[in-house]
């Protein structure tokens, strides 16, 4: 098991959606699982966008237990300057985010995005599914 990992808002989407992949999450919280604060508004976004009362959807997004890690001035140097890296694949801010964040904490990241099997940014990538 390792011990810090940092999750994309698709890998936390995919174990409370109950979609594939979240067998891999699940094992994972028992760690120092990391998520980023843009990535929380990310996820929480889309849980109110498939009908889920806002309440519900943050509370089951706090009850996961991941350390939760505000979007700081190096995040946001960071993932501006994976511009050129990941535009040819269409990341966004949020997935930008991630990444950065897992690049500061020098973690692995884990996602459903196989686009970021592309990229070689000095950390681990898995895709969960």
Do not use: Q
Not at 98 to 123: E, F, H
Request: glycine letters at 6%.
């Amino acid at each position: 098991m390792l011990s810090t990992v940092v999750l994309d808002s698709s890998a936390i989407l995919a174990l409370i959606l109950d979609e594939p992949g979240r067998e891999i999450v699940a094992k994972l919280l028992d760690g120092d699982t990391n998520l980023s604060t843009v990535n929380l508004a990310e996820a929480h976004s889309r849980l109110i966008l498939f009908g889920n009362a806002p309440e519900l959807a943050w509370e089951s997004l706090l009850g996961l237990g991941c350390e939760i890690r505000p979007f700081t001035e190096d995040h946001a140097r960071i993932a501006a300057e994976l511009i050129p890296l990941t535009k040819p694949y269409g990341l966004s801010l949020g997935d930008r985010a991630c990444l950065a964040l897992a690049i500061n904490r020098r973690a692995p990241v884990y996602t459903t995005d196989r686009a970021w099997k592309n990229l070689s940014l000095g950390i681990e990538i898995e895709v969960i599914r």
